[in-house]
């Protein structure tokens, strides 16, 4: 099966995950079932969103773009906040997190793609938006960020984190040789103690930390600013391959400038 070949329904199980018609008994039944999961734990992972045929179709894709992968080698604190010079050195904000990770950009997608097809695709838009019980709904308008591409290379890794968006849709699709395991510390922004579990977990320290099995194929919804994670460093020759799939609940939305030039080294296509 080529990538010409698939139509997006055809690259999500529909039959396991019937979105095509969230009307229907069987549709209105998973989008309440996602929705209450997403609610009570922070995220909700769908194992199996992908087809096996449209997943070797998805990796082939992803693995032809590697060349156009813009790398980021930095470090941030838990926040991705500049440091508060008036704030004392033990403080949580001022500890450092390496983060080296590439990203194709959503413009490098192939018009015809089957990943560009998926994105753009108002069953999936409308079942995510359902998930987070958003409505209206729309696909972001970045032109650099809309459906981008997470690549992460021998030695790359993301430190620990919040997201700076509310969610993140991400799609796993190339497991590594070893390493770049997700690890998450749930719901926990906004606690009283929150800068004691920050500060534990920067430390070290693995109390409450989960991590989240590398299922390629698994859809994952992630509300990222209510809990820290970080993805561990990868390991060997097989890039892990992580789509990345935004949302708003605005039709314009797009990031800033300086967010572009960060990930993919331009504020602007071309």
């Not at 209105?28 to 194992?47: D, N, S």
């Not at 080296?100 to 995510?128: C, H, T």
């Not at 997201?163 to 590594?176: A, G, V």
């Not at 977990?201 to 859809?219: E, I």
Request: hydrophobic share 35%.
């Amino acid at each position: 099966m080529t990538q010409d070949s698939l139509s997006a329904e055809q690259i999500v199980d529909t039959a396991r995950y019937p979105i095509q018609d969230l009307t229907s008994p069987e549709g209105a039944r998973l989008v309440a079932a996602c929705r209450e999961e997403f609610a009570t734990t922070g995220l909700c992972m769908l194992p199996g969103f992908v087809s096996p045929e449209a997943l070797d179709v998805l990796a082939h894709e992803a693995n032809g773009l590697l060349g156009e992968a813009y790398f980021c080698d930095s470090t941030h604190n838990a926040y991705l906040k500049d440091a508060d010079p008036d704030v004392s050195e033990d403080d949580v904000t001022q500890r450092q997190e390496a983060t080296y990770v590439g990203s194709v950009a959503y413009d490098y997608l192939p018009q015809d793609g089957a990943m560009k097809r998926l994105y753009l695709w108002d069953p999936l838009m409308n079942f995510i938006g359902g998930i987070l019980d958003k409505e209206p709904f729309f696909r972001f308008a970045d032109p650099l960020g809309a459906c981008s591409i997470n690549v992460f290379v021998d030695g790359g890794q993301h430190g620990w984190h919040f997201d700076e968006s509310e969610f993140t849709i991400t799609l796993m699709l190339q497991q590594p040789d070893e390493g770049g395991l997700f690890e998450y510390v749930p719901q926990i922004r906004g606690r009283d103690n929150e800068k004691e579990i920050v500060g534990g977990v920067l430390a070290g320290k693995r109390d409450g930390v989960m991590q989240l099995p590398f299922t390629p194929g698994t859809l994952l919804v992630f509300g990222g600013n209510q809990t820290i994670h970080r993805v561990t460093q990868v390991k060997g020759k097989t890039p892990r391959l992580v789509p990345v799939l935004c949302y708003a609940e605005t039709p314009d939305h797009k990031n800033s400038e300086q967010v572009r030039e960060l990930f993919w080294g331009r504020a602007d296509t071309g």
